[in-house]
């Protein structure tokens, strides 16, 4: 199986904001690079890299850049877009998804 094709099965597990925030907090608190990298880019390609972006309110660019070397990644600027995608989903009355500080 190809990476690209596991992304893809990854998206259809990945549909809904709780189950995305929740791979992602895990993974980033995991400290496993590659699992951090995986669960970025199957949320991009379920909700779109510029949709991360704008709900984070981060610049499209800088999101690209902390992810480009998925052998290192931005881990703080990828901290701080799951914060914001979680603080986003509790003040829309979101289901609360608690993240831990790193």
């Given at each position: 199986?190809?990476?690209?094709?596991?992304?893809?099965?990854?998206?259809?597990?990945?549909?809904?904001?709780?189950?995305?925030?929740?791979?992602?907090?895990?993974?980033?608190?995991?400290?496993?690079?590659?699992?951090?990298?995986?669960?970025?880019?199957?949320?991009?390609?379920?909700?779109?890299?510029?949709?991360?972006?704008?709900?984070?309110?981060?610049?499209?660019?800088?999101?690209?850049?902390?992810?480009?070397?998925?052998?290192?990644?931005?881990?703080?600027?990828?901290?701080?877009?799951?914060?914001?995608?979680?603080?986003?989903?509790?003040?829309?009355?979101?289901?609360?998804?608690?993240l831990d500080?790193?």
């Amino acid at each position: 199986m190809t990476i690209e094709a596991d992304l893809r099965s990854a998206g259809e597990y990945l549909s809904d904001r709780p189950s995305q925030l929740l791979a992602l907090k895990d993974a980033l608190q995991s400290g496993n690079v590659p699992a951090i990298t995986r669960v970025f880019a199957a949320v991009a390609l379920a909700q779109g890299t510029e949709w991360l972006a704008r709900e984070a309110e981060v610049d499209s660019a800088t999101l690209f850049s902390a992810l480009k070397d998925p052998a290192r990644p931005d881990l703080p600027l990828l901290a701080y877009v799951i914060a914001r995608l979680a603080a986003n989903d509790d003040a829309a009355g979101g289901p609360n998804v608690p993240l831990d500080p790193l």
